[in-house]
C-alpha cells in the first residue's frame, strides 16, 4: 500500500487514534522501513513534547528514532531540502499550517508520514487533524484496549480535572477508553458538576 520508492510522487499518509494506541510505534516503524530501503528520511516533533527525549520520537513502548524539535510548522520547511520521507509526530500539538506545510512537501514529491491524536480529551476533533485527515491520500486509524471494559478504546480519558486542552501526560493522567465508557464518564462528570452548582 505504501511505496517506499524515491521515485514516487509524494503523498500524505495519517496515522490516528486515541493515546497508547499504538500511532507512535506506527511511525517509527514505518520511518525505519523507508531508512532501511537508503531514501532520506527527516522526522520532526513539536518542541513541547519532551516526556521521553529531547531529541527522540519515542513510543510508550520505548522504541524510538532520533528527531528534530521544531516551534511551529513553518520550521519544518527549513529543514526539508533533498529528503524523500518526512515524518512528523505529535501533530495535534501543531499550529493549523501544518496543513499546508504536509500539502506543499508532498507537491513537492515528498512522502508525509504524520502522526497524532484525533481527538482531545473532551472527544473533540484535536488541531490540524481533522483538516489533515481530509487531506491525506492514506488515513490509518488505530485503537488502544479500553481499560475498563476491554473494547476498542476509541478515547484519551484524561484522569485529571486540569480543563487545559494541552497537557501532556502518560498513564498517571490519561486513559484510553472506549465511547461506551467515556459517555458513562462524561454523563457521571455533568452530575457531579450540577450537584456542585
Sequence with gaps: MFLENASQKGWIEVICGSMFSGKTEELIRRLKRAEFAHLRTEIFKPRI????????????????????????????????????????????????????????????????????????????PFGPMPALMATAEYVTKVHAICVRCGNLAHHSHRLTRDDKLVMLGEKDTYEPICRHCFAEVRRKEQEEQKRKE
Design 49 to 124: 513534547d519532551v516526556r521521553y527525549s529531547e531529541e527522540e520520537v519515542v513510543s510508550h513502548d520505548a522504541s524510538s528514532i532520533r528527531s528534530t524539535p521544531v516551534d511551529s510548522a513553518q520550521n519544518i520547511l527549513l529543514m526539508t531540502s533533498e529528503v524523500d520521507v518526512v515524518g512528523i509526530d505529535e501533530a495535534q500539538f501543531f499550529d493549523d499550517g501544518l496543513v499546508d506545510v504536509c500539502r506543499q512537501l508532498a507537491d513537492q514529491g515528498i512522502r508525509v508520514i504524520v502522526a497524532g491524536l484525533d481527538m482531545d480529551f473532551t472527544g473533540k
